[in-house]
């Protein structure tokens, strides 16, 4: 029987003119995977916090940068042009020679990554003939180098390779590569995440909203704790990293123009719990952006437009709601539909319109009928209600009866639901946005 990597690799990787570049590729293990688009300088400085980690990681450790853009007029001159600066310091760093054009900053930088231990790699997805497809963005460029990594551990799937994901604009740890190898081995993961803070901006109003916005990521993963989701992760492109089996049997990255993270992640998590790094940590950049019709910088640019307008969070009776429905479920799994639908009224009346609309009925009898086992039943009932399922659901009882919430608010309520003793004693008022992070932090920790 074929390793699920070599059938991957021969059904589902990515085809087409991109290649590896490279000095050497022997005793790779593990592959960083970095998608590049107009990146230069923020690049040159996450490869140096890279180059910062053990010489004992980065030896069996290749750092790929897949350097990727559209063709003109689908992508900005702009950003060509600097995709070829970028290019052109990728090779110089593999020829272990700095490059003229650079300030003394940025040439110190290259000098360090050059006397590293670093092992480089990069993909040209950006020159004439090799330019990413019209519609395509950010999920194809991680596929294709992870694809291409991925071949490198064909012949030895059980021996534990590691695909990280990570971006661009991202600092690790000096022991970033090392926790992550160790958790894999400790826990047999097939994909985890790695706890992450965003850097800190020198602009007062893109800290707030950043601030803001890390506050809202992580109280909405505490929600779905507290309603006992399966789904209760961060999706975060830069914290993501998978096994090489786990990578396979998912059939790769989804080739998105934006939430490839969320959807491969989703994909990952149906098959094993998603794990969590610990000591150590990623910091990504506060920047704003729309590259992306969606995710950190779109999300921090209506932030800046919107102010405390935007500045609101799920109401948090959302995710008693869900808890309580999968409740319902994993206690009595061989309940009749119609049934389930009574109780989930009881639940919430809209908790039962959003079942009726996406098919609970009919979804619910085909897994009786095929999963008889208790254990394997709950287990496809989750893998049919989803993170994407979950996400929608949480939607939908916003839009229909539980509008979104003050920060300050949801917080507070949220601390309450998961009984935070504490929480009365901590200040109502309007609060600043450090105040929340840190408010969401506690119920992280004590959660």
Known sequence: MKNHIRKYLEDYAERGPWKLTAKSLDGIRHAVVIPALAEYPHLLETLHSLARNSPEELKKTLVVCVVNNRAFPHAEPDDIANNRQTLAILDALLKKTTIGGIDDEHNERMEDIINSSIRLAYVDASSAGLELPEKAGVGL????????????????????????????????????????????????????????????????????????????????????????????????GSTIVSSARGY????????????????????????????????????????????????????????????????????????????????????????????????????????????NEIGFLKAWEKLKKNFPLKSNLIRQFHAWFDGLATFRLVHYLTEHRYPKVAAETAIQILQRKIGDEKAEKRPIGH???SDLLEQVKIMEREK
């Not at 090392?178 to 985890?192: C, E, G, W």
């Not at 020198?202 to 989701?229: C, F, M, N």
């Not at 959807?263 to 794990?275: C, E, H, S, T």
């Not at 910088?297 to 437009?305: P, S």
């Open 141 to 236: 460029a991680r596929k294709i180098g992870m694809d291409l990594s991925l071949s490198l551990t064909a012949g030895i799937e059980e021996e534990g390779n590691i695909l990280f994901c990570l971006d661009a604009d991202t600092l690790v740890e000096p022991n970033y590569l090392l926790q992550v190898t160790r958790h894999f081995t400790r826990k047999q993961s097939l994909s985890a995440v790695v706890p992450f803070a965003h850097r800190k901006s020198p602009d007062g109003s893109i800290q707030d909203a950043i601030t803001i916005y890390e506050a809202y990521l992580r109280y909405y993963v505490i929600g779905l704790k507290h309603a006992r989701s399966p789904y209760a992760f961060h999706t975060i």
């Open 248 to 355: 396979a049997m998912v059939r790769g990255m989804p080739k998105r123009l934006a939430a490839e993270d969320f959807y491969f992640l989703n994909k990952l998590a149906k098959l094993q719990p998603v794990g969590l790094v610990e000591g150590t940590a990623v910091y990504p950049s506060p920047r704003h952006s729309s590259r992306t019709p969606f995710g950190t910088g779109k999300q921090v640019g209506q932030l800046l437009t919107k102010g405390e307008k935007e500045n609101l969070f799920y109401h948090p009776e959302i995710f008693t709601i869900i808890r309580n429905w999968l409740i319902l479920i994993e206690q009595n799994p061989y309940q009749d539909g119609l049934e389930i639908l009574r109780q989930a009224k009881m639940i919430d009346p809209t908790l039962q319109a959003y079942l």
């Open 431 to 433: 609060a600043s946005p």
